[in-house]
């Protein structure tokens, strides 16, 4: 998109495609609890943000993007919902983005809040009553979820999955599960009560390949794979989903877990709010071998289906596959375009500022800025060097965006009043928008 600055004044330039250019507008709100310093209740403060884009009239579904233990986790959960590529998701869906963020001190147990039963389960559903209130959007008090969880968050969801499994559309463990701890003698977590409903809900296992040796994190690994084969072994919809590429890091996985998600929605959302979820029919499935990339119909599975990892559609399961073997999921599509190109001038030179929607299947790296055609800077300038994809607002060990992530607008401190503007997105695989 361009435009020519003319005598101080903007004339824009509509674009061609109008749906490609429709950026993603939303509204933000939040609600902060503190500890109540009561048995059985809130033990740790949290704020909990919620992004509504404006395109829903009426909100589908919650996706809820929590946290892990510690200080530093924490604080990483304070820009869970400004992520515009997690935005992009629950836009299509119609769904809103809750990002909770606990204060939890260092020296504190993350068993506070990530065992739900201490309170935080409770705080959450008195949370979307105030959330829906504020919105007006009361249907978010009651409709339903889907959690991604990075360790004591995936700790969290495996607990919120028994309390109130009708809810929830599927499951993203995130090198985290509470699982091995309830199964283990002498462990302060209560067993819970692992429902038939609990099982009908689709999950992905995902743990990284480096923690199954790590002196501290083997337990995610471990967990996650005891889980799996439990859980499997009772017919759930679930997959063991080892990254190659990472740690306890969350690395390049949103590139899968956005997709599952998106495809776990297609299936279950109901056609009319406050309809139950829709059940999953397992033989449309793929199935693949634990720890091995080959995906087979489930149609056409030899071996036992119920050691197998379960992958929803055959589309899926092809990105599943790519992911398993390689830490990522290729695209070969450009971005949508910027729109809502403007500048102003000031004393400081011309601000151009303009919005933009996330690539859906790989996000924003970067916005290259011309003027007359010429490139004259990138917003961010240098991204940093690193192992897995950049991504615009840059990205936590938690996938959340950085504090005081850049926003769209540039500086031309050289510009004149007869400048032609363009700005161009770049995709995490570096593909450009036309």
């Known amino acids: 998109m361009s435009f020519l600055l003319r005598s101080l004044s903007v004339v824009i330039a509509c674009c061609l ?10 509204q933000y709100y939040s609600v902060n609890y503190e500890p109540t310093g009561r048995e059985g209740g809130l033990q740790i403060g949290v704020t909990h943000t ?18 892990g233990c510690g200080e530093g986790a924490c604080k990483s959960g304070e820009t869970a919902a400004y992520d515009l590529h997690w935005q992009a998701l629950a836009a299509k869906w119609d769904c809103a983005l809750l990002g909770p963020s606990y204060r939890q001190a260092q020296e504190q147990s ?3 809040w990530c065992d739900p039963r ?11 009553q105030k959330l829906a209130k504020d919105s007006k959007h009361p249907e978010i008090a009651t409709v339903p979820w889907c959690l991604w969880g990075h360790s004591g968050g995936g700790f969290w969801s495996s607990l919120m999955q028994m309390e109130y499994p009708e809810r929830i559309v599927s499951i993203w463990f995130q090198s985290g599960t509470a699982y091995g701890y309830w199964k283990k003698d002498g462990e302060d977590v209560e067993p819970p009560t692992i429902t038939k409903a609990a099982m009908q809900i689709p999950m992905m296992a995902n743990p990284g390949l480096k923690e199954r040796d790590h002196e501290r994190f083997h337990v995610a690994w471990d967990y996650s794979l005891a889980m799996f084969e439990d859980y499997r072994s009772q017919g759930a919809p679930i997959a063991f989903t080892p990254d190659p590429a990472t740690g306890h890091d969350t690395g390049d996985s949103r ?37 091995s990339s080959k995906i087979v119909a489930a149609s056409e599975y ?71 055609g010429k490139e004259i800077g990138r917003i961010p300038t240098n991204p ?13 060990y938690g996938d959340t965006p950085t504090a005081e992530f850049p926003k769209m607008k540039f500086l031309d401190k050289d510009g004149i009043g007869s400048a032609r503007y363009k700005v161009i997105s770049v995709n995490s695989v570096g593909l450009e928008s036309n």
């Open 384 to 396: 940093p060097k690193r192992a897995y994809r950049n991504l615009f607002q840059g990205k936590t």
């Open 50 to 67: 919620l992004w509504i884009p404006d395109s829903a009239k009426t909100v589908r579904g919650i996706i809820i993007h929590q946290h």
């Open 302 to 372: 030899k071996g036992d289906p119920l050691k197998a990892s379960w992958l929803p559609n055959k589309k899926y399961a092809e990105q599943w596959s790519e992911f398993v073997k390689t830490g990522a999921v290729s695209d070969t599509s450009a971005p949508p375009k910027p729109s809502d190109l403007e500048a102003k001038v000031t004393d400081a030179g011309i601000l151009v500022t303009w919005k933009a929607d996330a690539d859906f299947e790989s996000g924003i790296r970067q916005f290259i800025v011309l003027r007359d």
């Open 255 to 291: 590139y899968l877990a956005i997709p599952f998600f998106d495809t776990t929605l297609a299936m279950r959302l109901p056609d009319q709010i406050g309809n139950p979820l829709k059940p999953i029919d397992q033989r449309a499935g793929y199935l693949a071998k634990v720890e």
């Open 118 to 128: 201490n309170g935080s389960a409770n705080v959450l559903l008195s949370s979307l």
């Open 17 to 26: 495609f109008a749906a490609s250019c429709i950026a993603v507008d939303g």
């Open 110 to 112: 993350c068993r506070l």
